[in-house]
Nanobody
Framework: QVQLVESGGGLVQAGGSLRLSCAAS????????MGWFRQAPEKEREFVAV????????YYADSVKGRFTISRDNAKNTVYLQMNSLKPEDTAVYYC?????????????????WGQGTQVTVSS
């Protein structure tokens, strides 16, 4: 079992930055691809970014490409999402998730473990 706990969310003005962290426990995440997803009110959960188990490959949703950066520190069992140039449409609950294996997926149903989420609110 892998337990995931997100932190770093909050209220920020448009154009600002936040860094989300996802701390894992119970098992090392070095064998897992790690993804970030988000869900806005009355919308479906959507893919944001994913990083491969080694950190060598990343992939982003078009809506965040060039503004968000995903990274990981396997020694700390932690994944990060640096969010810059935030927009009101980025407002959502952000979730991290772990997907066992060598690939990296954008579909939420491919992921094995999920955190509880952290709220990000961007004011205009």
């Amino acid at each position: 079992q892998v337990q995931l706990v997100e932190s770093g969310g909050g209220l920020v003005q448009a154009g600002g930055s936040l860094r989300l962290s996802c701390a894992a426990s119970g098992r090392t995440i070095s064998s897992y691809a790690m993804g970030w997803f988000r869900q806005a009110p009355e919308k479906e959960r959507e893919f944001v970014a994913v990083i491969s188990w080694s950190g060598g490959s990343t992939y982003y949703a078009d809506s965040v490409k060039g503004r968000f950066t995903i990274s990981r520190d396997n020694a700390k069992n932690t994944v990060y999402l640096q969010m810059n140039s935030l927009k009101p449409e980025d407002t959502a609950v952000y979730y991290c998730a772990a997907d066992y294996g060598l690939g990296y997926e954008t579909r939420s149903d491919e992921y094995d473990y999920w955190g509880q989420g952290t709220q990000v609110t961007v004011s205009s």
